[in-house]
């Protein structure tokens, strides 16, 4: 008759033992002629997160095999790798040293080791970072311009580069380069305003044209922006009626931005506006042009209305110390329009019995002011800006 016992207790399970009557002396074995399966946990297994799996006997007969028993019943966890320590410590030191490298601006030369759809893959000792395709440096798009990109960042895996940490994010695993901020520290410094660049046309957006730009070298090193009110003195609605990408073109540097990174280019400020200089294509003296016009140089200039917004700058501008008369002497209209908004320009002519030329200038329609001033041309710059600020 068989005898239920229970035994030894681990934890919250109940180690069950089966025995007949005839065999539980000679036999203190406790799985002996039951052939059975259950599942049972050791204390060690229950307790221990990395160790959830059941401990399965078999027993039958004289034979029992235990599946854990095999590697041993109390194993332990195997404790960490310290190589797996070594290596987050490395990691986590060389997000330190990129995120210095952002800090101080320092230029890094990384291997490519890899690109995507969307850029570089660079190595940065431990960790993998990524240059994306617009923060390359137009060397590499105008020696090759038939060339996808795809194409040239597959010439570049290998190769050296030299660029800057624009991003260390060590939280969302995030390191980005930029070689076109490497190369702007090493080439702006040679860019001044005023400077004629030869250029290719990069890329264009509605509001303008980017410009790369090519150094005496031979080689396109920066880029530059040409805004749509920059392309040509005649009204532009679409920067693309005008410039394509790969247009080789001269355009004047009329503004760096050294925080920024920026420069400012101008197709048309290589052409003289004839409003620099005279109103006679515009407003004829006698009066035979094709152009409409009113009112000479002798006539009524009490009888022209002032452009919109006009009158309050010429008021403004009679509080300034030195400007002792404005009035406006004669009006006419463009052909073609250069803007809508109200632009004011000194002309470069000398001043004649101490009056300066004024030229105003709305859609097609200009006015000549004549203003009587003891001040010199670049005192009569400061007043009208003076003016300009306090005018909304």
Request: aromatic letters at 8%; glycine letters at 8%.
């Amino acid at each position: 008759m068989p005898i239920f016992s229970a035994t030894a207790t681990f934890g919250s399970f109940t180690s069950v033992s089966f025995l007949s009557a005839s065999q539980s002396q000679s036999h203190p074995s406790p799985f002996l002629n039951f052939p059975h399966k259950f599942n049972v946990k050791t204390p060690w297994q229950w307790q221990h997160p990395h160790y959830h799996t059941d401990k399965v006997i078999y027993a039958s007969g004289n034979t029992q095999i235990d599946r854990n028993l095999e590697s041993g019943l109390l194993q332990r966890p195997t404790p960490p790798d310290p190589q797996d320590d070594a290596r987050q410590a490395r990691r986590s030191s060389d997000w330190k040293a990129a995120k210095a490298y952002k800090d101080s601006g320092l230029l890094y030369n990384g291997r490519v080791e890899g690109f995507n759809s969307g850029g570089l893959r660079v190595r940065f000792y431990s960790i993998l970072g990524f240059l994306p395709f617009p923060e390359l440096s137009p060397l590499h798009t105008c020696k090759e311009p038939e060339k996808p990109i795809q194409e040239i960042a597959k010439g570049l895996i290998g190769s050296i580069i030299s660029a800057k940490v624009i991003l260390a994010d060590e939280d969302n695993k995030k390191l980005i380069f930029s070689e076109k901020e490497a190369v702007w520290s090493k080439f702006s410094k040679d860019v001044n305003i005023g400077d004629i660049f030869e250029g290719r046309v990069g890329y264009v957006e509605d509001y303008g044209a980017f410009v790369h730009l090519r150094f005496p070298d031979g080689l396109y090193r920066l880029t530059g922006l040409i805004h749509i009110s920059e392309v040509s003195w005649d009204l532009v609605q679409d920067v693309r009626d005008i410039l394509k990408v790969g247009d080789q073109v001269r355009a004047k540097v009329v503004g760096i931005d050294w925080v920024k990174s920026r420069i400012t280019l101008s197709i048309k400020q290589l052409e003289e506006d004839p409003l620099l200089e005279t109103l006679d294509k515009v407003i004829p003296q006698d009066g035979l042009a094709a152009l409409d016009s009113m009112s000479g140089s002798g006539g009524d200039s009490d009888s022209i209305e002032p452009l919109p917004g006009l009158e309050t700058i010429l008021e403004e501008l009679l509080q300034e110390d030195g400007i002792n008369d404005v009035r406006i002497s004669r009006q006419g209209f463009e052909k073609r329009v250069v803007s809508q908004d109200l632009q004011l320009w000194l002309s470069n002519a000398p001043p004649t019995n101490q009056k300066f030329t004024l030229l105003a200038r709305a859609g097609r329609q200009v006015q000549e002011i004549h203003l009587t001033t003891s001040l010199d041309q670049e005192g009569i710059k400061k007043a009208l800006q003076r003016v300009l600020e306090r005018v909304p």
